[in-house]
């Protein structure tokens, strides 16, 4: 789940345990519960989904279902990312004419138009974002899944691009990334996840490999080690400085070795 860091993937045990265990608490509770594993979507499901999002009959849309379902086999996520995609590209427009939704390309080169792979769409919708917003998701992306403002916001101080925000700015941005789908908050928290793992996964890869990448890593993995020892500090924090570090020794790193 977390492009190859192992250790990083630890920091989440506690939040999945407490899950398992609530999961199995309603169950074992006098309540009758169904438990129904959700499975990609059939085609007539992503026609139906697309036809209402769009607002226009199931048959009307059946060659861009195809395309789509194609692309992403069911899966609602990237099926709501390829459709995303399309409309930044302008392929599908609201057409000024009819005041209904439209394509504008013919079926080869349609099918072409969307990549077999989801994390680009992310990534582009990442790329069309405010460049704080977009430098915050990405500093946010090398913590863990769920993140909070003030270590966030410590972070991007720590960072040595020209970024000057404060506490009310960041969560303005944050906000804007909830808009777009990309974060999810609990209102009356300074809490926020990304909505989905490959957003995560997009965010990362948006630092090239190499020496700029270790230099973010060692950044992000000194502070959130200076963190840990701080009243608020998390062994999260703990787990991913170990990682980062680790990682990055001999590029950078150097004594910012730590054993767990």
């Avoid at 085609?43 to 139906?48: A, P, Q, S, V």
């Avoid at 792979?117 to 430098?135: A, C, F, Q, T, W």
């Avoid at 009356?188 to 948006?206: E, K, L, N, S, V």
């Amino acid at each position: 789940m977390f492009i190859g860091n192992a250790t990083r993937g630890l920091a989440e045990v506690d939040e999945k345990t407490k899950f398992a265990k609530l999961l199995k608490d309603i169950e074992g509770s006098s309540r009758e519960t169904t438990r129904i594993d959700l499975l990609n979507l059939s085609i007539d499901e992503i026609g139906e989904f697309v036809a209402d999002t769009l607002n226009l009959e199931v048959e009307t849309i059946r060659p861009l279902t195809e395309i789509i379902y194609g692309k992403t086999r069911g899966n609602i996520f990237f099926s709501m990312q390829a459709l995303e995609e399309l409309q930044r590209r302008n392929i599908l427009y609201c057409s000024m004419i009819t005041f209904q939704w439209d394509w504008n390309i013919d079926g080869v080169e349609f099918e072409n138009a969307l990549s077999d792979d989801v994390s680009e769409y992310v990534s582009s919708k990442i790329e069309g974002l405010p460049r704080k917003l977009k430098r915050a998701l990405v500093i946010a992306s090398y913590t863990k899944a769920s993140f909070d403002v003030d270590t966030l916001k410590s972070l991007i101080n720590e960072d040595d691009i020209d970024i000057d925000i404060n506490y009310k700015q960041l969560v303005g941005l944050l906000y804007v990334g909830v808009l777009a789908g990309l974060l999810l908050n609990t209102i009356g928290t300074g809490i926020y996840r990304f909505t989905h793992d490959r957003i995560q996964q997009a965010a990362y890869w948006m630092v090239p490999s190499g020496k700029e990448r270790d230099k973010l890593r060692i950044m992000v993995g000194r502070k959130l080690y200076e963190l840990y020892f701080q009243p608020e500090g998390k062994v999260w924090m703990l787990f991913v400085a170990a990682d980062h570090l680790n990682s990055c020794m001999g590029h950078g790193g150097g004594r910012g070795f730590i054993s767990c």
